[in-house]
């Protein structure tokens, strides 16, 4: 099992620790991201000056936050495959 050390400092830290933590710092990043999805469409029931303008701005966050999501999804799945394989 190869070990990187944590900024040089400690002790190493073993593989699957490092990936468990990649695979947290990513899913949190992505539901981050589905909250700020969330928040967008919270957003836009209150507006009621512009209906039409609002509901272009929230499309175009969601449409952007989607986008970084499904750049996410490889690296996850990925992550998630390697971990699997490491177990068995």
Known sequence: MRAV???GLGEPIP???KINRKLKRLRRIEAGYRADIRRAHDALKFQTANRTK???RYERVRRKLEA???KLQ???RDLTNLRAEMRS
């Open 54 to 56: 609002a509901e272009q």
């Open 74 to 76: 490889p690296k996850i």
């Open 15 to 17: 593989t699957a620790d």
């Open 5 to 7: 050390r944590a900024s």
């Open 68 to 70: 970084r999501i499904e």
